[in-house]
């Protein structure tokens, strides 16, 4: 994975030399490149900030240097943009693990009250862009968030950790639950004792002892982790119950005369099923819905297919599409995914541009080598 830093400040990086960051560019699996945005000044004193139109307090960080350096680093499409902003969309570790599928990522860390936004604007169009918020406090800059960010997303990179088996029971991971407390030598320690489960040999007590203290640390620290299938705003994401079945064909209907008239054709299954074919799916389907003011929205739905766990029908209303439903339905399924699932799989129209980019920036890729229905494609991804 390539990373590019952009930056007022370059010593802030000095610690991706040290450590695990340190070595995995040093082997090879890490090629970091911190850059002075200042290169891209032409004045005396290489001036990367000006007042703000409209007035206010503070500096902005101006345009071109930012412009001079996309264009100086051959910044193109198939590449991401991070741009560090308290204004960003949430950092966690599903989105650590999208960004572990890139093959490079550039980092515009902001200072005094924030980069143009024409800079932001015109990446978009010539690279992916994410907008990521350490969380809801303000840091003096991009730099320390950044940092952050990378050592995150470079830790789930394969060969990045001697052993890959600390990834599995982490906090935030497939468990959705906090990690359990741990110990070490000695077994007493200022009088306080090492519980004796973990003492006894018995790998089975330990792992129900783990699980449950994991379960009581996450529901009394983080009880919204015990409750992930609800949507920002507060809706919940349910199983589907038999008498979604009648919705559930409305909504199919129109998603797929949308989906019929983007493909210009009629030869879509999902537009001609009937009441009994839905009734039939979701027996084996585990299907999920959302409704907003009792009107059925959304709905998506997953099952076992060998050891892949294959996503269908991720349904929005077409009022609702771009509202961001639809990716939190994908993220749902995927959440929902049995513990045997060892990868995701999934159909979608070929000529479904919108769905297509959606599916990308998730982590799946196109897989030519599979078979497709007409008019389809087949995409994937690792489960982690
Ligand atoms: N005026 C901005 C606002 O209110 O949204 C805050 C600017 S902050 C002082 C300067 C820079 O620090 C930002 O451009 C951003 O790069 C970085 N920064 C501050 N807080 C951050 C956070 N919570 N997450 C990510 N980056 C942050």
């Keep these: ?144 968030a950044a940092l952050a960010v990378t050592e995150a997303v470079v830790r789930l990179l394969p060969g990045f950790m001697g052993n890959a088996e600390s990834l599995v029971e982490e906090s935030h991971g497939a468990s959705g639950l906090l990690e359990y407390p741990v110990y070490t030598k000695p077994r007493t320690w200022q009088g306080r004792e090492v519980p004796d489960v973990l003492l006894s040999g018995d790998h089975g007590r330990i792992a129900a002892w783990r699980e449950d203290q994991a379960r009581r640390r996450t529901a009394r620290r983080r009880p919204d982790l015990l409750h992930p299938s609800v949507l920002d705003d507060g809706t919940p994401i349910v199983r589907a119950v038999p008498g979604d079945a009648g919705e559930l064909l409305t909504l199919q209907r129109a998603c797929w005369v949308q989906e019929a008239l983007d493909n210009d054709t009629l030869d879509i299954p999902a537009l001609h099923e009937s009441l009994d074919d839905v009734v039939a799916w979701m027996q084996e389907w585990d299907t999920w819905v959302v409704r907003r003011a009792g009107r059925l929205v959304g709905a998506v739905r997953g099952k076992m297919e060998g050891d892949a766990w294959d996503i269908g029908r991720i349904m929005v209303a077409p009022d609702l599409q771009g509202s961001g439903l639809g990716r939190a339905l994908l993220d749902h399924i995927q959440a929902v995914a049995p513990e045997q699932a060892t990868s995701y799989l999934l159909f979608t129209g070929e000529g479904s541009a919108r769905n297509r980019r959606m599916y990308r920036k998730a982590g799946f890729r196109l897989r030519a080598d599979l078979p497709a229905p007409p008019h389809a494609v087949v995409l994937t991804k690792p489960r982690r």
């Excluded at 082997?27 to 032409?42: A, E, N, P, Q, Y």
């Excluded at 741009?83 to 650590?96: I, K, M, N, V, Y």
Aim: with cysteine.
């Design 1 to 144: 994975m390539r990373l590019d830093y952009l930056t007022i400040f370059p010593d802030f990086f000095g610690p991706l030399e040290l450590s695990l960051p340190g070595k995995a560019a040093a082997s090879g699996l890490l090629d970091v490149h911190v850059h002075d945005l200042r290169t891209w000044t032409h004045d005396r004193h290489r001036t990367v900030d000006d007042t703000p139109y409209g007035g206010g307090a503070g500096m902005v960080m101006k345009p071109e240097p930012f412009g001079e350096a996309f264009e100086a680093l051959g910044i193109g499409a198939g590449d991401t943009i991070v741009f560090t902003t308290p204004s960003g969309e949430r950092f966690d570790q599903r989105l650590a693990e999208e960004l572990a599928t890139r093959e490079r990522i550039v980092f515009a860390c902001g200072r005094y009250e924030g980069i143009d936004q024409r800079v932001i604007d015109h990446a978009r169009e010539v690279a992916e862009v994410r907008e990521l918020s350490l969380g809801d406090y303000v840091l003096n800059g991009g730099e320390v």
